[in-house]
């Protein structure tokens, strides 16, 4: 069984965070891949796709592993509206 994506996409952040235990390093930056697939008719709205979550697991896996700096992974389910497509 197949999923159909509108559009997909990946961006990267660096963020702070809080932590409720001491970290051993403060320098530590969380370096986050946040992961977009998206399922629309004439882009006004969108509707996030409901992904597998075996897939997810792979994608997030390969992610962390093949991507220098990355140490976090999440899916972004939010719809448009009030979201846009493009993080901006």
Do not use: C
Request: no cysteine; glycine share 4%; charged share 25%.
């Amino acid at each position: 069984m197949g999923i159909s994506v509108a559009r997909a996409a990946a961006r990267a952040e660096q963020n702070r965070h809080v932590v409720t235990k001491p970290i051993v390093d403060p320098e530590i930056r969380i370096t986050v891949a946040a992961l977009r697939f998206v399922e629309s008719t004439g882009f006004m709205t969108a509707d996030w796709v409901r992904v597998d979550y075996e897939l997810l697991g792979r994608i997030s896996t390969r992610v962390m592993n093949e991507v220098a700096g990355i140490n976090r992974v999440v899916y972004d389910i939010s719809s448009k509206p009030p979201a846009t497509i493009e993080w901006e």
